[in-house]
Nanobody, 123 residues
Framework: QLQLVESGGGLVQPGGALRLSCRTS????????IGWIRQAPGKEREVVPC????????DYADSVKGRFTISRDNTEYTVYLQMDRLKAEDAAVYYC????????????????WGQGTPVTVSS
């Protein structure tokens, strides 16, 4: 069964940057789309960016376009989320999650989840 482990969360000031990592237990390119899904207190989970399995195409939520970048390093079985120009509203627990092949904004369609890593944006 596919396993995912996130790392890289922490405290950052507004305007700062963080890079999250999601290490998978097996090669995912060609099989799984990987999404970063965040949940802020009192809010619904949302798929922030996702990278598909086949051609590596990416989807971004409007709220993070131009600030966040998702990438996949197949040699290290790792998917990264580079977060720049962070805002207070980006604070959340960030999960990486996998689903079959193609990206989706439907959170419940992601069948494999990591344990989450918290991101706090505060001065």
């Amino acid at each position: 069964q596919l396993q995912l482990v996130e790392s890289g969360g922490g405290l950052v000031q507004p305007g700062g940057a963080l890079r999250l990592s999601c290490r998978t237990s097996e090669y995912t390119s060609g099989s799984y789309a990987i999404g970063w899904i965040r949940q802020a207190p009192g809010k619904e989970r949302e798929v922030v960016p996702c990278i598909s399995s086949s051609d590596g195409s990416t989807d971004y939520a409007d709220s993070v376009k131009g600030r966040f970048t998702i990438s996949r390093d197949n040699t290290e079985y790792t998917v990264y989320l580079q977060m720049d120009r962070l805002k207070a509203e980006d604070a959340a627990v960030y999960y990486c999650a996998a689903r079959s092949r193609y990206c989706s904004g439907y959170v419940a369609s992601y069948g494999y989840w990591g344990q989450g890593t918290p991101v706090t944006v505060s001065s």
